[in-house]
């Protein structure tokens, strides 16, 4: 199992939600956890969304990227992905905490636990290992209730018994891809085996007590005894009003059924113009049976509550061990969504290495690769491999965006110790990972221009930089004009490569990389022998473009000019043709007949 070296870290304080104080699933408070099982008619227990929600984005994510940047790599697209089915499992992926620099030995132990479960167990079984924690009960008030020996509940004892169940059942099924402990979930699930219905429920069945054997035919011994006294009067009062029997507590007499007053052994409860509503007058028989019967049922109220109580001692014992159990569970449940999301898109376990770099081969972004498949796209994986500052140029829609964001994707996966989607990897545990340029969140509410918060969102991300960190640079400067954005880029990238920053920049901007230290990918872009025309429809448009479009991205020279597809593309998107030809007349055949072009 992951130790604590793992990245996985389980809060001990106290937090406050729905109203009621919750807390966390630790031995020492588990007394405590009591008090919060009900909230206005709705459950506030720990580990259910009310305080364990992803609410910055998951499993402490803000620790390496902001939230613009997190939501830039697409994070809480993959916190779908890997979402547990049970508030267990939820609470142990939201406590998991990035790795820090130093500790890839941790990560790398992390994500081979993640590879090798998907392995040994394989998509089916982890489906049907996650269908038997879907519906688990949340049974820490039950443990609560049972720590203090008080009483507990028919349901409390059922729910218990279904977790017991539940540990059971996943010990069968994982063989050796978790080692889990089955004496306390055995021994309570004895325990209170016979009292499971085939209802699906719990009774307080006999076989706990003798007493209760005891106690039951005490009172079906006084309940017969009241039967026949209360019998008696009713056949005697039924003759009395010429009825064939009464039945029920209370019945209704008509005035024209009796002369003057009720018979004997008939009270009037209530009385209508037309009718009396009525119960029978107990005699001195009747009451002394009624008095048994109602000792017989205090008794066996009694009994009820002296084996309950027993049986919380007796679960008593077994507290810490099924608190072990449940962090167990939602570690098993965490792994398994992890071991699925692995699976399905086929990832790997990185190396992890010292130095400010990160390469990949076959990389993929999820997120996107999953939204082209569902429209029948096809997506193109990416190899990389950044060290100091890396700078790509192609043409619009040519993914320079994506392989930013398939870059930092992979980063933040390996992060979090969590297998990445490409066929090798080789990844730094970055400090910071920080989004810039398109797509960077504006914090001033709108008050600032498009290059002015880039600006400000630029300064502030160099004032706090800490290293190893990764920086995503997304066109920068491209509201502002070619020759000084262009100037600014560059003074960018020294500055970067002064301050040691692993950064990938995607940019349109000429002859940036003839003027600093950087590598240079390039887009291969439109295919030689794509024909591109307007297409009827903008869903045919984009698949059109996405079939003409090469994606691949290679490394090329640092005076290799940026490739522009833009005319092309606008013809493909379906802009007059009189405003294509006018601009590349203007061009003055700069762009040439798309059949000689390289």
């Known amino acids: 199992m992951c130790d604590r070296a793992s990245g996985f870290a389980v809060r001990a304080s106290a ?55 997190a939501r830039q790599l697409r994070w809480e697209w993959l916190l779908a992905e890997i979402e547990p089915v049970s508030d267990y499992g939820r609470q142990y992926l939201t406590a998991r905490k990035p790795f820090a620099p130093g500790q890839g030995e941790a990560a790398h132990k992390s994500a081979r636990r993640f590879c090798k ?56 099924s994982s063989d050796s891809a978790f080692q889990i402990p089955t004496e306390a979930a055995g021994c309570i699930a004895e325990l209170l085996r016979s009292g499971h219905t085939e209802k699906h429920s719990f009774f307080l069945d006999d076989a706990f007590s003798d007493r209760l054997v005891h106690a039951r035919a005490e009172l079906r011994a006084a309940q017969e005894t009241f039967d026949v006294a209360h019998g008696r009067l009713a056949g005697r009062l039924a003759q009395a009003l010429g009825r064939a029997e009464i039945t029920g507590p209370e019945f209704i007499v008509m005035r024209t059924e009796v002369s003057g007053a009720l018979p004997p052994g008939l009270r009037a409860v209530r009385e209508a113009p037309t009718y009396f509503l009525c ?148 990844v730094c545990l970055f400090t910071q990972i920080v989004w810039l340029g398109s797509g960077a969140p504006d914090d001033s509410g709108g008050l600032l221009s498009s290059y002015a918060s880039e600006v400000v969102r630029l300064q502030q991300s160099l004032g706090e930089l800490a290293l190893p960190a990764l920086f995503l640079i997304d066109e920068p400067a491209r509201t502002t004009t070619p020759i000084e954005g262009s100037a600014l880029l560059v003074a960018l990238i020294d500055h970067l490569n002064a301050r040691g920053v692993c950064a990938f920049v995607a940019t349109h901007l000429s002859g940036v990389t003839q003027k600093v230290l950087a590598k240079h990918y390039a887009v291969r872009g439109l295919r ?71």
Do not use: W
């Not at 950044?386 to 992979?410: C, D, E, R, W, Y």
């Not at 493909?572 to 007349?585: C, F, H, N, P, Y």
């Open 15 to 69: 937090e406050r939600c729905c109203g009621d104080r919750c807390f966390d699933r630790r031995s020492e408070i588990f007394r405590a956890a009591a008090i919060c099982s009900e909230s206005g008619g709705r459950r506030a227990t720990p580990g259910l969304r009310c305080i364990c929600r992803f609410d910055d984005g998951g499993m402490r994510v803000r620790e390496v990227a902001d939230a613009g940047t």
């Open 117 to 172: 479960v998907a392995s040994l167990l394989g998509e089916e079984r982890i489906d049907a290992m996650r269908a038997m924690l879907r519906n688990l009960p949340d049974v820490t008030p039950v443990l609560a209730r049972a720590a203090m020996r008080d009483g507990l509940s028919d349901l409390q004892l059922f729910e218990l018994l279904r977790f017991c169940d539940a540990v059971l059942d996943l010990a069968k």
């Open 279 to 426: 119960e029978l007058e107990l005699d001195e028989p009747a009451l002394r049976a009624l008095a048994r019967r109602d000792e017989a049922f205090a008794a066996l109220a009694q009994a009820e509550h002296e084996v309950r109580a027993s049986l919380s001692s007796r679960i008593a014992e077994y507290v810490a061990k099924l608190e072990h159990s449940i962090q167990l569970v939602g570690e098993i449940d965490g792994t398994l969504a992890v071991a699925r999301f692995t699976l399905r898109h086929e990832c790997v376990v990185p190396e992890y290495v010292s130095g400010a770099e990160l390469a990949a081969t076959g990389a993929r972004f999820v997120p996107l690769q999953v939204e082209l498949q569902q429209h029948n796209r096809t997506y193109t994986a990416i190899d990389f491999q950044l060290s100091g500052t890396t700078v790509i140029t192609g043409p619009n829609m040519g993914g320079k965006s994506a392989a930013l964001q398939t870059a930092g994707f992979i980063a933040l996966c390996a992060a979090m110790g969590i297998p990445v989607p490409a066929t090798s990897a080789r």
């Open 528 to 598: 030689r022998h794509a024909q591109v025309s307007a297409a009827s429809d903008l869903e045919a448009a984009l698949r059109a473009v996405g079939d003409a479009m090469d994606y691949t991205i290679e490394e090329v020279g640092t005076d290799a000019p940026p490739r522009s597809d833009a005319l092309y593309l606008a013809q493909a998107l379906g802009l007059e043709s009189t405003l294509i030809e006018r601009a590349r007349s203007i061009l003055g055949g700069e762009v040439a007949p798309h059949a000689k072009r390289s």
